[in-house]
């Protein structure tokens, strides 16, 4: 696991190392471990490849970058190949000589055999760079669910690429403008998915792309990495079903378990952490380490449920409770961490069991990405309510209905019960098949939007470039959850999950982000997956021997976080500046009494306005030390 920077110059006065060393050092906890980098100057242009390693696989050997045998290939790679010693002993029956024990020769030797086809052949989270001075060409790839950031930007005078955005924005000696496209996308959804940012001109490679340069043109064209996964048999009974999932999960889990470090895993108590500490502690001749967070708010805390399973599994469990006091030192840090807005405050927490984590092991097995493979949100549920509601509700009927539910259901608590998902649910029906672009954003729907936004910084139907992604598919479980993975699973949930963790230079893996299982579920029967009110189905009965009595048919709060009370105490004093005449007139972004109604509506608990005003105030936060330098 580490962090990976390069460049491509055709300025002569430009000092490649110097500029390498600067971008390493803006992710050093990225790889506290080990640091290197190449540099090749050529007649036309200078290419250059740096990286920061945490140490994780060959401990020994593993230094990069790595070098073909006659010197003209060269990689840095970020992440971890799970199927390594699988394609290793393939190439090794061809002939192909090793080095060292690391993953990273395995890709590169692997790209000499088989070209750009062997990114298919990559089980694992990643991203690298190859640079192939036979071609004179640059290869940069992201894995298949966007595990792994990567960012690029460039002119007529250079190409840049990054695991964080703050190695590109280190070399910018005028902040770049502001995307409107990556301003309205932040606010609506509450993160910014590929392939935009907040940047003008600064992207992130898609997830399962690969980005070709050549190095004598400097053009460049993001392709597709066409995976090439066996297709699993669909005609299957539940009792199959059930059978190919509990292996295919023990498998997962197994193969990201392989570590020349201690490891452990996150256990918060939900369906997904216990399947995956269960598995690993099955699996493993030792107790295992497991940890979990609890709140001092009672409302938000379920350290009840992970002590459950701690016990079941007897593992070695690690209890953490978090005060406000906690995250009140720790805020900055992980929000401005993240180089540009992001409002999913769950990371305040991930963030604090990751840091707590990293004082025991080095890396951490989570459930994340079970919802999104197995169809375990409730938003599923609301999308199926929507075809049912839209059907016999005439518009005009709903309209008046939710104006008179908004008032009945109003609360001033940060406390998200069923009047909140009541109000969140009607508030989302839409009649024109955008129903569940609604319900993922978190933030501002389109008609609040350019009410707040100026106009000049307001975009019609943001979310426009993804529609056309899906096309007109938006209305079964597997449209759902397609969009999810497009959109919120690399967008915010992985993004979340790799910056704090790598914040406290821990690695976390997740088990359910497999290709071959997503593959497997998404030719199941629907109704394997969501029976009825029973989500994540097939999973669940999978497991179910092993667990007391419905414990996995509890419900689950997850990493809840009270930011709308933070922002009505302690954050309140800052909120407030944020609204204040000469700083909103200074950004020329919002229409000032319109955002100033919202945030003071919040403030005085007339309205439970927590998701937007905290889009706002990260959004604040994060402009404020950009461009004011505050």
Not at 200 to 207: S, T, V, Y
Not at 355 to 371: E, W
Not at 495 to 506: A, E, H
Not at 585 to 613: A, P, W, Y
């Amino acid at each position: 696991m580490c962090g990976i920077n390069g460049l491509i110059s055709t300025s002569d006065s430009d000092d490649i190392t110097q500029i390498l060393n600067k971008m390493n050092g803006e992710i050093f906890h990225r790889g506290p471990d080990q640091d290197g980098n190449f540099v090749k100057k050529k007649d036309e242009y200078s290419v250059g490849m740096g990286m920061r390693r945490l140490s994780i696989i060959d401990l020994s050997t593993g230094k990069q970058p790595i070098y073909s045998n006659d010197q003209k290939i060269s990689i840095v790679f970020n992440g971890e190949i799970y199927n390594y010693l699988e394609l290793k002993q393939d190439l090794k029956s061809k002939g192909v000589v090793f080095k060292t024990t690391s993953d990273t020769e395995v890709i590169l030797k692997l790209y000499e055999v088989h070209g750009t086809a062997a990114f298919s052949m990559l089980d694992g989270m990643f991203a690298f760079s190859i640079y192939d001075d036979h071609l004179k060409k640059l290869f940069i790839a992201r894995d298949f669910f966007g595990e792994k950031p990567l960012y690029y930007t460039g002119d007529e005078k250079s190409f840049f690429w990054a695991s964080e955005l703050k190695s590109i924005i280190a070399q910018k000696k005028v902040k770049p403008p502001i995307s409107r496209k990556g301003l309205n996308l932040y606010f609506q959804l509450t993160y910014i998915p590929a392939p935009f940012t907040i940047y003008e001109n600064i992207f992130k490679l898609k997830a399962n792309h690969y980005l070709e340069y050549d190095c004598t043109t400097h053009k460049y064209l993001e392709k597709e990495i066409r995976q090439n996964i066996s297709k699993e048999k669909t005609d299957l009974s539940f009792e199959q079903a059930k059978e190919r999932t509990h292996n295919l999960v023990q498998e997962s889990v197994q193969s990201r378990s392989i570590a020349d470090v201690p490891l452990g895993t996150f256990l918060s108590g939900g369906v997904d952490s216990s399947i995956v500490s269960l598995c690993l502690a099955q699996q493993s001749d030792t107790r295992i380490d497991t940890f979990s967070i609890g709140f001092e708010k009672k409302s938000f805390d379920e350290t009840g449920k992970s002590r459950a399973v701690a016990k079941l599994i007897n593992s070695n469990h690690h209890e953490f409770i978090v005060s406000e006091g906690d995250l009140k030192d720790n805020l900055d840090d992980i929000l401005l961490n993240f180089d540009e807005p992001f409002a999913d405050s769950s990371s305040l927490a991930t963030y604090l069991v990751a840091n707590k984590t990293r004082q025991h092991v080095k890396v951490a097995l989570t459930g994340d990405g079970g919802d999104e493979v197995f169809g375990g949100y409730n938003k599923y549920y609301m999308g199926k309510l929507n075809r049912k509601y839209t059907a016999v509700m005439p518009n005009a009927v709903h309209n008046t209905v939710e104006k008179l539910a908004s008032s009945i259901l109003s609360t001033g608590d940060d406390n998200r019960g069923f009047r909140f998902r009541m109000k969140r649910l009607l508030k989302a029906v839409n009649y024109d098949g955008d129903f569940y672009y609604n319900i993922i954003s978190l933030g501002f729907q389109e008609e609040e939007l350019w009410k707040v936004l100026k106009q000049n910084h307001f975009e019609e139907d943001s979310l426009k470039y993804y529609k056309e992604q899906v096309g007109d598919k938006n209305k079964s479980l597997t449209d759902f959850r397609n969009i999810d993975k497009l959109l919120s699973l690399e967008g915010d949930m992985l993004v979340k999950v790799d910056r704090t963790s790598m914040l406290t230079s821990l690695e976390s893996r997740a088990p359910f982000l497999n290709k071959k299982i997503w593959n497997f579920t998404s030719g199941l029967p629907e109704n394997y997956l969501m029976k009825g009110w029973n989500k994540k189905y097939v999973l669940k009965e999978s497991f179910k021997q092993y667990f007391s009595k419905d414990f996995l048919n509890k419900s689950k709060q997850g990493f809840g976080v009270p930011v709308g009370d933070w922002l009505r105490g302690y954050l309140k004093p800052e909120l407030l500046s944020y609204i204040e005449k000469d700083f909103l007139l200074r950004q020329e972004i919002f229409n000032n009494e319109e955002i100033s109604h919202l945030v003071n509506r919040h403030i005085e608990g007339k309205e439970d306005n927590t998701f937007r005003v905290w889009t706002f105030f990260c959004f604040q936060k994060w402009y404020r030390s950009i461009y004011l330098n505050l």
